[in-house]
């Protein structure tokens, strides 16, 4: 089986400093199952490729076992899958190849282990068992575009039709470290195996490469059930541990944000421009509660949804949730989006350099930033988009608020 990680960042070559495997040579380790080979088909200043491929020897993995010669499934154990379709075996070999790059670690170059660069991860065979839709449900809430190719059982016999194994590729400006993370924990999770023993150990291992995205995923539930092969006490124990390990509720932060960014942007009067609706508009309103991360379907139908000031407080998970939620699912008419213009943030007197205007904010974009996000969900499900300033605008700066406002083609 093959996985290859791309980056196009400059120079290219630094992906041998994050990964700690030099490009100039082929390493292999041995592991209780076969080997895994790490080389490099490209290493250039603007383009550099690595390459795990891992060697499953299956007769290796059923040799000592005992058992009738007519058990069932005893064929089964020589001739499969295992040493073709990415499964956990490959997890298994990027924990032993890449520890020092799945804790996001450099003693060398630590900035660069923190930073955010272009990556690419292609699958060349991965069984995707649960189809293409699971595929984007288990990668897309993380930020990951992703080109789907699903494979024939075999060419020659199209009417067989269908495989359960896709042609994956995976890419974002993220880090390494999240990049790998994603990898070890979705690659089992998307075969529905573990080709080994579960036991309480896999729940440490889960929450650890799960930290600080596993419990805010959409699909918390399939995944943990799925990594421990869907034990019940296990996929419990796991998840009364991710409740736990839940952040509390950020009322009084959020709450002193609210005022830090009324004062910010008080001079404005921002919130004045967006709240012209009459007494008998407002008699009409009914408030329902729900999630912005998962599908309503009190919310599907409507002609119209305003987004406002949303959006910035979503860190990627979630907003990559909220799309589909939001463009997929509820799929209105119209949507009307705003979000604040960081280039504006300039030109307030009160709030320092590099300073986002509300403390609960996980970014603020800039224009070019807002329009290719806009164009990027109008093409991906099927609206057309404008864009808008909201507020004064600065000839160079642009206005405080950008707004999208999407119709439905």
Same mark, same amino acid.
């Given at each position: 089986m093959l996985l290859t990680i791309t980056t196009s960042h400059c120079p290219a070559t630094d992906l041998g400093y994050l990964l700690h495997k030099n490009p100039a040579r082929v390493q292999t380790e041995e592991l209780s199952f076969g080997k895994a080979h790490v080389f490099y088909p490209e290493a250039g200043e603007s383009c550099c490729t690595a390459a795990v491929l891992l060697e499953v020897d299956p007769v290796?993995? #059923?040799r000592g076992r005992r058992g009738p010669a007519g058990e069932s499934g005893q064929l089964e154990q020589y001739v499969n899958d295992r040493p073709y379709g990415a499964n956990s075996f490959m997890s298994v070999a990027l924990g032993r190849l890449f520890t020092t790059a799945?804790? =996001?670690k450099s003693k060398e170059r630590q900035e660069l282990a923190e930073m955010s660069i272009p990556l690419v991860a292609k699958l060349? #065979?991965?069984a995707a @068992?649960? =189809? /293409?839709?699971?595929v984007r449900r288990l990668f897309e809430p993380l930020g990951y575009t992703l080109e789907i190719t699903r494979l024939p059982l075999d060419d020659r016999f199209p009417e067989w039709g269908e495989s359960p194994y896709v042609a994956l590729e995976i890419r974002a400006t993220t880090t390494l470290q999240k990049l790998l993370t994603h990898l070890y924990v979705l690659i089992p999770v998307l075969d529905n195996e573990k080709h080994y023993w579960v036991g309480e150990d896999e729940i440490e291992k889960l929450l650890k490469r799960g930290e600080?995205?596993?419990g805010a995923h959409p699909e918390t539930e399939l995944i943990v059930a799925r990594y421990l092969k869907r034990q019940r006490s296990l996929t419990r124990a796991a998840m009364e541990r991710l409740a736990e390990d839940a952040p509390p509720e950020e009322e009084t932060t959020a709450t002193r944000g609210d005022e830090e960014e009324e004062k910010v942007e @008080? !001079?404005?009067g921002l919130h004045e421009q967006l709240n012209q609706m009459g007494e008998k508009q407002r008699g009409r309103i009914e408030l329902i509660q729900g999630s912005l991360m998962y599908r309503d379907k009190r919310l599907e139908g409507y002609d119209a949804a305003a987004v406002v000031e949303v959006i910035e407080h979503l860190d990627g998970p979630r907003l990559a949730a909220f799309e589909r939620v939001? %463009? /997929? %699912?509820?799929? !209105?008419?119209? #949507? #009307?989006?705003?979000?604040?213009n960081v280039e504006y943030n300039a030109l307030f007197p009160t709030l320092p350099a590099g300073k986002l205007r509300h403390r609960d904010h996980r970014f603020e974009w800039t224009r070019s930033e807002f329009d290719a996000w806009a164009n990027r969900m109008a093409? @991906?499900? =099927?609206?057309a988009v404008r864009i808008q300033p909201v507020g004064p605008v600065d000839e160079a700066l642009g206005a405080p608020t950008q707004m999208g406002i999407f119709a439905r083609e």
């Amino acid at each position: 089986m093959l996985l290859t990680i791309t980056t196009s960042h400059c120079p290219a070559t630094d992906l041998g400093y994050l990964l700690h495997k030099n490009p100039a040579r082929v390493q292999t380790e041995e592991l209780s199952f076969g080997k895994a080979h790490v080389f490099y088909p490209e290493a250039g200043e603007s383009c550099c490729t690595a390459a795990v491929l891992l060697e499953v020897d299956p007769v290796a993995l #059923v040799r000592g076992r005992r058992g009738p010669a007519g058990e069932s499934g005893q064929l089964e154990q020589y001739v499969n899958d295992r040493p073709y379709g990415a499964n956990s075996f490959m997890s298994v070999a990027l924990g032993r190849l890449f520890t020092t790059a799945l804790n =996001g670690k450099s003693k060398e170059r630590q900035e660069l282990a923190e930073m955010s660069i272009p990556l690419v991860a292609k699958l060349p #065979v991965i069984a995707a @068992r649960g =189809g /293409e839709d699971l595929v984007r449900r288990l990668f897309e809430p993380l930020g990951y575009t992703l080109e789907i190719t699903r494979l024939p059982l075999d060419d020659r016999f199209p009417e067989w039709g269908e495989s359960p194994y896709v042609a994956l590729e995976i890419r974002a400006t993220t880090t390494l470290q999240k990049l790998l993370t994603h990898l070890y924990v979705l690659i089992p999770v998307l075969d529905n195996e573990k080709h080994y023993w579960v036991g309480e150990d896999e729940i440490e291992k889960l929450l650890k490469r799960g930290e600080g995205w596993l419990g805010a995923h959409p699909e918390t539930e399939l995944i943990v059930a799925r990594y421990l092969k869907r034990q019940r006490s296990l996929t419990r124990a796991a998840m009364e541990r991710l409740a736990e390990d839940a952040p509390p509720e950020e009322e009084t932060t959020a709450t002193r944000g609210d005022e830090e960014e009324e004062k910010v942007e @008080r !001079p404005l009067g921002l919130h004045e421009q967006l709240n012209q609706m009459g007494e008998k508009q407002r008699g009409r309103i009914e408030l329902i509660q729900g999630s912005l991360m998962y599908r309503d379907k009190r919310l599907e139908g409507y002609d119209a949804a305003a987004v406002v000031e949303v959006i910035e407080h979503l860190d990627g998970p979630r907003l990559a949730a909220f799309e589909r939620v939001l %463009f /997929e %699912f509820a799929k !209105p008419g119209h #949507v #009307v989006v705003t979000t604040p213009n960081v280039e504006y943030n300039a030109l307030f007197p009160t709030l320092p350099a590099g300073k986002l205007r509300h403390r609960d904010h996980r970014f603020e974009w800039t224009r070019s930033e807002f329009d290719a996000w806009a164009n990027r969900m109008a093409s @991906r499900y =099927g609206y057309a988009v404008r864009i808008q300033p909201v507020g004064p605008v600065d000839e160079a700066l642009g206005a405080p608020t950008q707004m999208g406002i999407f119709a439905r083609e």
